[in-house]
């Protein structure tokens, strides 16, 4: 079976770090040279990962990195026990709130940007979880 790893383009690693350890309460384990930062206290490590703004993906990429508000159809998901401490967490530490906080037949969401423009949301299941609308 593979072993996820998440990474996360940051323009600033010491931004990130703080916002990181701050916002979601996750704890620096060390450092990968000076462009990495490993991030642990979630189910897997998050790399933090130093990239330039206006450097491409890959190489012959024909869009380049922007540290704005964007859209990727893979975002992370934090699931939290006490959700309006934690959206109070995440402001503080300087994460920008997308919405009010929405009610779900599993429980409540809020959605966020991170300092970079990566969304994240923040999710608090109640007593049946997924379980509520599992289909099979």
């Known amino acids: 079976m ?18 990181y ?15 990495t930062a ?10 933090l990962l130093l990239k330039a703004a206006g450097s491409g993906p890959f190489a012959g990429a024909s869009t380049r990195r922007e540290y704005r508000r964007h859209w990727t159809p893979v975002h992370l998901d934090f699931a939290v026990e006490q959700l309006e401490a934690a959206v109070q967490r995440a402001e ?6 997308e919405g009010a906080i929405s009610e779900h037949a599993w429980g ?3 959605l966020f940007s991170d300092p970079f423009g990566n969304g994240f949301c923040l999710l ?4 049946r ?3 509520a609308i599992a289909t099979g």
């Open 2 to 19: 593979p072993r996820l790893l998440v990474n996360i383009d940051v323009e600033d690693l010491e931004t990130a770090i703080r916002f």
């Open 38 to 47: 490993e991030l642990l206290g979630a189910e897997v490590p998050i790399y």
């Open 92 to 97: 503080a530490a300087g994460g920008q709130r």
């Open 108 to 110: 409540r969401m809020a």
């Open 129 to 131: 979880g997924y379980d």
């Open 21 to 35: 350890t701050s916002a979601l309460g996750l704890r620096l384990g060390r450092r990968l040279d000076h462009d």
């Open 124 to 127: 608090e299941f109640n007593e």
